[in-house]
């Protein structure tokens, strides 16, 4: 059977202020940046859940991308989730100046039966007792991912404790890394979270680039050092959906595919944070990033 990815996640419009300018209401959350990051690679499919606001231009751009939206389901009389933030001068660190959840509250995925046979999953940051949801309607997955963040590690602990035990692989800020473990070492942070559960673990740093923890050992990645950073929101998804998507189109033998997998995350993510929102995504091609990555193999070759 041929692989397939699914992605569970939010579908939002952001508001953003950084030092340099700003946007308001673009598309954006966790499964528009996922999915859209893994269209370069495979044919995503999108769950998640919009208000009577969302519109058609929207679904055009994911149809575009080859994007199969059967499971956005659109809320009737609801509003879209709205997600506001700013940047610090630095643009490393972001406070967050608006939730609304909207119709996003209430967010309990059913699967269309076609998408129930996918055999890549990745459950974008959202609530453990969600995610599990969704991956009980999975029939048999070869390999599930998911995201998480602070706010889950704080008050829905021992649900996530549930739910690593469930997962392949799971991605974390180096903060909240140090915060599920209670280390304050991130090599000894990214090793404990291994022991509670998941096979594999991806510490992100941000700008820093990532660190893989797994059977293998450690492995470590820079970012690629682009000088053009305008926007860094969706650049955490972007790299999972670019990992994620090459995954489901290599079935290469393992430790080098995930390295690989890391290497065009990486440069997804990249070419996110050129612009706001999908601004630089939607002005990128294959092509662009295989080149990329050409560019980014002989910076790291010494
Ligand atoms: P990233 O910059 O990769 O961490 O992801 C930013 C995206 O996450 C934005 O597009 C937001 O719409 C979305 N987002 C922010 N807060 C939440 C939340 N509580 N649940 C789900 N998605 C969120």
Redesign the pocket.
Known sequence: MANSLIVV??V?F?SIETPNGGVDEAL???A??FSYASSFFTRPRLVGVVGEDFPDEHRQLFASRDIDTTGLSTQAGGQT?R?KGRYHQDMNTRD?LE?HLNV?SSFNPVLPEKFRDSSHVFL???SPVIQARVLDQIKKPTLVMADT?D?WISTMHDELMELLPRLDGLFLNDSEALLLTEESNLIKAGQAVRKLGPKFVIIKKGEHGATLFSEDGVFVIPGFPTHEVVD???????FAGGLMGYLCSDDGPPPGRLRRAMAYGTIVASFTVEDFGLGRLKRTTRKEIDQRLEAYRNMLAF
Not at 232 to 238: I, Y
């Open positions: 996640g939010s939002a952001d954006g959350g966790s528009t940046y989730f997600w967050t939730v996003f974008a940051n959202g963040m706010l860094p929101t969706g650049a955490g998804d972007s």
